[in-house]
């Protein structure tokens, strides 16, 4: 099963290679544009913004934004005036963070499922039009109300899971999941298990968006294609293995191929090249890398594992020329 596929743009890209990108990617028949937002790297809302008005159709996704940096409150003020801008394309993706970058600014985020189920929870109340007074664990509001209608009540909010906590809460109080970077189709397909089996003991219909964050890149060389591939996914592990919360780097290095996961990093750490640390059966759960036709068949892994939109971040500085190669073959 071939999920849709969206764009991922990141902190590293200026706002003019996201409009670029998106642009291309509306033009290939992407479904979203989602802009992943990190602390101290570029700011999502420049890039959204200029997309949203350089754009027609395709949906554009804020995911994630998490409360330590936006106050619910504020989220909603921002969400619901770029739902305008962008003519009601809007989605809203709103996680905990990296916890390794929040503790930086903040001290207190040791209750990270509190943090995400008061932001939804507020956020969602304003979006509403309702005047809102909640007092909840990490965040609060008392007699908030937006002073302007927002365009749509129901704008689609999803939240950033991993850990079985995470994923469960999912079902309570979002319209769908978010997971990272970096984790193979194994832990997806686990994911998703628990997600539907949380919804049906809740006896509610489950979320019906799981969206994966996955780099990838096209070549018609799809030899070139994983050789950049393998580079950036080596960068990408060997920081996530510091950075990441403990449920993210238990999905990266527990599924797929935990023993060549093993390898690879101790041969990363001994300074060997990615191409020789990591082969072409474990860069696979990581990434998208090779011909159209290729990558084609990657994807529908994902979606075979439960994924409904696969949401692919380009690889190096010819991202636009990938986004239309693999367009060319979705039909």
């Not at 189920?117 to 937006?146: H, P």
């Not at 809460?169 to 990272?180: K, P």
């Not at 591939?229 to 290095?253: D, F, I, N, P, Q």
């Amino acid at each position: 099963m071939l999920p849709a596929i969206a764009l991922r743009c990141h902190g590293g890209l200026t706002p003019q290679q996201c409009v670029e990108q998106a642009v291309a990617a509306e033009r290939a028949g992407f479904s979203t544009v989602w802009f992943a937002e990190n602390p101290f790297s570029r700011g999502a809302w420049p890039a959204a913004a200029a997309c949203a008005v350089a754009t027609h159709d395709i949906r554009i996704g804020l995911g994630v934004f998490n409360p330590y940096l936006r106050h619910p409150t504020l989220m909603a003020m921002e969400i619901a005036a770029f739902d305008e801008l962008s003519e009601g394309r809007a989605v809203l993706g709103i996680g905990a963070g990296i916890p390794s970058r929040i503790k930086k600014t903040h001290a207190q985020t040791d209750r990270p499922i509190a943090a995400v189920r008061d932001a939804v929870t507020i956020t969602r109340a304003l979006l509403r039009g309702d005047t809102i007074t909640y007092t909840g664990k990490a965040f609060s509001a008392d007699g908030v109300r937006l002073d302007f209608p927002p365009r749509r009540a129901d704008l689609p909010i999803l939240t950033a899971a991993m850990g079985e906590q995470a994923l469960r809460l999912c079902v309570e109080i979002a319209d769908g999941v978010i997971i990272s970077n970096l984790v193979p189709p194994a832990f997806t397909r686990r994911a998703v298990g628990i997600i539907r089996e949380a919804a049906a003991r809740a006896g509610r219909p489950a979320p019906r968006e799981v969206v994966q964050y996955v780099p990838g890149a096209v070549r018609e060389d799809g030899a070139e294609a994983r050789r950049i591939a393998k580079r950036s996914v080596a960068a990408m592990l060997t920081a996530y293995a510091t950075t990441a919360s403990t449920a993210t780097r238990e999905a990266m290095s527990g599924y797929g191929r935990p023993d060549d996961v093993a390898r690879a990093m101790e041969r990363l750490g001994r300074g060997e090249s990615p191409e020789n640390a990591i082969d072409d059966r474990l860069l696979a759960e990581y990434a998208i890398a090779g011909t159209p036709d290729e990558c084609l068949a990657q994807c529908r892994r994902y979606g075979d594992a439960g994924v409904t939109e696969l949401a692919v971040g380009f690889i190096g500085e010819r991202g636009a020329e990938d986004i239309a190669r693999l367009g060319r073959v979705l039909g």
